[in-house]
């Protein structure tokens, strides 16, 4: 028999490697599938002729319309509202840094951002989704 050969230590070692892949196999197949799921339930970022349409706006005017982004601006007769899609969502947050140094208060959703009164953003939440950011100066 070869000294330096210890078959109970490599059994040992089996049901650890085992449930190693096992872990890696099982964390890689969630990530796939939460990743896949969540993009499903999120859909396509709305365009600025949706959130016009989901303001109420009877018309508006294309402002930008870039590779990068588009923006709009519509108004009711409860105020003006100003629409901007992105194509990334790094470019979105790029654009919310680069506001910071304006201020205001911002609806923020997919790939998209609009810009009204207060009291308005919070009415249009309700029907859009999306987080309120406060980009004001007074709020750092």
Known sequence: MNPLYVPERGRALMPIRSATMMFVLILGAAACGSSESAAREAGPPASVEQLVST??????HIQIDADELRQGICETPQGRYTITTFVTEKGKRDWLDYAQMY???????????VIASP???ETLRGRTGGQIEDLSHSSQ
């Open 55 to 60: 303001i109420g706006c009877a018309s508006s």
């Open 103 to 113: 201020g205001g208060i911002y609806l923020v959703g997919t790939r998209w951002a």
């Open 119 to 121: 009291d308005l953003l």
